[in-house]
């Protein structure tokens, strides 16, 4: 069984790292291929990244199907492009935001979010709506490092620790959701440092979609995920005509 | 790694129906005990009997304890019990109808439950609330059938068959949940017969707590889930005092 | 006319303390007995209570159908068993957070609820969004001051008028809400040192199943609150066959 | 103990009507005057009626404080200035709606309303979202007959009786809300031919209102319901100026 | 194009500096024609106020009605009477609160209010539920300031300022909205200040107001805003029969 | 002033239908320019498609900069990238599914979206809750006619009237929102047969981009659509680096 998990940006680290966490939680007779797009941002900090992280993603669903992946992982905290890539899709498709509120939801009442900037905060709330999670979050908090400073800069884990801390003790989280694929390696020490479950979107979705798969579900084929419609698509997007 | 899958009701024959969705579901290396309580209802109709069989699901989750186990199921589509069982679990506890609803929110957009009686309907549209996902559910159907004649009715395929094409048709739906354990060993052949997934929350439950489990993850020991504070019991349930 | 009044624990003093609040609601050609369970915990501080409170609850609503009560006050603040009981009673059935709640909705636009233990505040909001009334609870602040203990600790008046008063000053509480059966004595003292109102749910619970029993209302006996179907029950529970 | 219960519209035989159902639900010792206001619409069937019905019923509430009323019901299913008026009174102020639905909601897990015109059931559904009650309402049913009529139009009872049904054998209502102050006199032999409990505010609402009367409970003096500032009114209104 | 816009007070004053806002805010081609009623509070700072200034509103909407009115605005941030004037009005009705924080969800994410007096901050939050913009919405925030001392009062533009700055850093504002007509002429001063969009409902209303009636769209005449049904009215009132 | 109306697909003859609706609502002075996108799908039926548009609609918010475009309008009913776009753009950004649900919330209490496909639905009720109308909004009907064929297809108009006609009379919808911009044309001929308000999202939100960027308005620059974070872009979105 093969799952194909996207780094929606072109940072070629960040895949290294999302394929570490991701392999962990495959099961024995999974394999896992971690991909990174031929095209879009070298992180995803803003709204016009995401949009414009969505094609990159595309195209890699694209290349699964043709490989025949039995399911994927979309491995950034705002779930960019889930619902394009399920039409597209055969197999199951996760975000790792969804994947990791809903599991949270299930072992605690209360998580909260520890993500990179202030500024994507906003977006995490988005999905913690959609996701139908909003009286089980009880904060998203930011630490202001940047998405591909979260390996280099040193004061990073520490600063990440202080405020799943601060979302333990002022907050009220019982569980600690991180919010963002660059933090999945500090997973296991701050769980060990806080005493709560501390989840990797990347991890869990893996195992989620893994789970699913596995048991020959598949993202439905009727409605409002059947097929995209044929269409001429024009310009250096040409070639997304189905 | 053991997980330990409670069928809330007494009757033993649906407990081996479990205990098989549970194993095909359960991953190479996991062990699945599935147990019948040793007090409760025979089947669960109603909110009395939902309440009257969480002091045997609470027994089990002890037993359990016990040896080890890295987490559980309950097998029942109220979810009864699940918040005072995590207080008492170690691992991660999954009601079927979380995991299952949880899981049709992932691969459709609109999923409606299928269930036994009507009376039930109330109960299972709480738990769509509790979970967050009145928006993605689009109806909650019941084919009068009840608990213990889903084996013995011939009749049951057909009628459960009937209304999962009218969630389908006139609702909408392009997932559905079966809202019984007893049906878990229609799901293959529905599926095939209405060409969209159809879940079954034992197999997605066990899955998911296999998963969950094999992270490392487990209830947190915090908050609301922190064990309960220990005091004397009286009568005949004195026996449960931690 | 009869109304029945549960100390859902086992502990007697509790049960003369609310039976006094309830006979002081009541009017005139009103009768109440207050009782206590047979089996259950000595108090309820987390689900694992709660639930386990439930059997205690049920025989205790089985033995006034026998004697004719009119109707039950379910007399802790997490209304265990209301739906059972309701599917059992004719007559009307509340519980003290819904009555008190419900009330406090109608002579303020904001009340707070001051309860015991912090672990117990997930059950209350749980309840306020059950009830309907988020929009209207400003919060639920915990003195810490276990349930035996309310009587015992001299510093308990204090801690909770505290807390009230907090609630009035921080949260902008223009009714308060008290969380635990145990502070119905309270309720005067608080009030007049506060100048807002103050709700023992005791009380409020009692003077509305008197008003409604009042009126001929009884609880429907269809649909959802129809009389559980008869089934055999197992074990030491083999009693509550119905 | 006085209760004065006020019916918005200046038509007396819906005073007298709602004076009676009033003195029924009011225990011994509580005392009802029911008034008629010196000013608004002869019945209440729009936004435009509801507005105008607002003044005269704050003048009864201030005649009522003069003569020291315990307590007030706003007979009228749209609530009508029940925020004003709590502003200016001392004791507990209910409006039908709220006081039938909140009632509702105790007796059953599904209530709908049946009301006199179409377009009134814009209005009922907003205070069904007031009160937090969307979740318990199945739907609002008007039969088409204009308040006035209600007593004169032999064909009301038939016609009323039908929506009722129609609300419980398709919307699934297990609790009938009647819609209008003017349905009062109906609502026992509705109740007999339904076998489920339909509720008239009118008399919940004294009931209720007597029975927070009683435990000295009175609207919040403190914020949003505080007294409003004195200053000029002017023109016809002048004297209303507090 | 003739547009009234009615100060819902009867303060001369605040007609002027309301015209003032909104002829600036209609387009050429435009004609603002701002008026106060004949009836009615000095200023409206409560629930008392607010239903006491809608008869002078209503026949305000009378008298355009009679001179050919294209649109109106309702001047006061509580958005007085707005449901029965639509019923009146042929062309679109805005209160300035709906405008303003209709307008404020489109600008940014995230807005607060800054209003006068804290009693009036639960009728905000209710039209923030009414709007549907309950997770748009930081916070209302109130500078303790009369509304008729802000003109009078020196240190009025020095407070607000303050407001706005703690909304914008504190509450994470990325847009302020203007609680109150009488602070219109600030809102330049204001933006500049803050470096955020400041939104005044008057001018915004107005433009509303303008554009849709631009369009040829008027307030729908059928359903729950057609015209009211014709009856008697009563006392000072009666000229109110339509 | 010059307000750019992007359309969101490659196929120019439905920019130059949005174009004249557009230039219709702009007022005196107000200039609209109409583009296509050099990169994207020629219709939007999906969410690919959706998804896919969003790069080429920010390049013309982009060039809109370069000219000093007052705001924009994104002309395809699933407000495609509007987030994403508002981070770029100085002028206030309006998607028409916006603009014209917010309009129709206040020309009634009750509208129906009627659409082209079924498959879109889903996105449409997506955009309700988004912008919190859920509580306004009684359907969304779709024709069942593709994007490019409402201009090819005679029997359009009239199967469009037919479903607006059903909204109207079984939704109870009281004003109807044009679901596709491909729709413009016939919203006054349908207006005069429904005899409600119809509105097209291209006119209105002209008209409000027009007026809010006419009082000076401007999408707020701090928080969550603040300018995005520089970066380095890859492969055929290189170009998008800011």
Redesign the interface.
Same mark, same amino acid.
């Given at each position: 069984m093969l799952i194909r998990v996207i780094n929606p940006n072109?940072t070629e680290f960040m895949t290294r790292l999302i394929g570490r966490s991701a392999r962990l939680?495959a099961?024995?007779?999974t394999r896992v291929e971690a991909v990174t797009?031929?095209?879009?941002?070298?992180?995803i900090?803003?709204?016009?990244?995401?949009?414009?992280s969505?094609?990159?993603i595309?195209r890699e669903i694209a290349a699964g199907e043709a490989d025949g992946a039995a399911g994927y992982v979309i491995a950034c905290f705002g779930d960019p492009?889930v619902?394009?890539a399920? *039409?597209?899709a055969t197999g199951?498709?996760?975000g790792i935001a969804?994947a990791a509120m809903?599991?949270a939801?299930?072992?605690?009442? +209360?998580f909260s979010v520890v993500t990179t900037l202030e500024?994507t905060?906003?977006?995490a709330?988005e999905l913690v709506?959609r996701?139908?999670?909003?009286?089980?979050c009880r904060g998203v908090r930011a630490c202001e490092i940047?998405v591909l400073e979260l390996e280099a800069d040193p004061s990073a884990p520490a600063r990440i620790l202080a405020e799943c801390r601060a979302a333990?003790d002022h907050d =009220? +989280?019982?569980?600690i959701v991180l919010g963002c694929a660059g933090m999945a390696d500090l997973c296991?020490s701050l769980?060990a440092d806080l005493?709560?479950?501390v989840?990797d979107g990347v991890?869990?979705a893996t +195992?989620?979609v +893994?789970?699913?798969a596995?048991?020959?579900?598949?993202?439905?084929?009727?409605? *409002?995920?059947?097929p995209?419609?044929a269409?001429?698509?024009? =310009?250096?997007?040409?070639t997304?005509a189905?």
């Open positions: 072109t939680a099961g024995p007779g797009p031929a095209m879009g941002p070298a992180s900090e803003s709204h016009y990244d995401e949009a414009l969505v094609p990159g595309l492009g619902d394009a399920r *039409e597209v199951p498709v996760l969804e809903r599991a939801a299930t072992l605690g009442r +209360a500024r905060r906003g977006r709330w709506d996701y139908g999670l909003r009286s089980v940047a333990r =009220g +989280a019982d569980v296991t769980s005493e709560i479950p989840i991890s869990v +195992a989620m +893994a789970g699913l596995g048991l020959g579900l598949r993202t439905s084929g009727r409605g *409002e995920y059947a995209p419609p269409k001429p698509y024009t =310009g250096p997007l040409r997304f189905v």
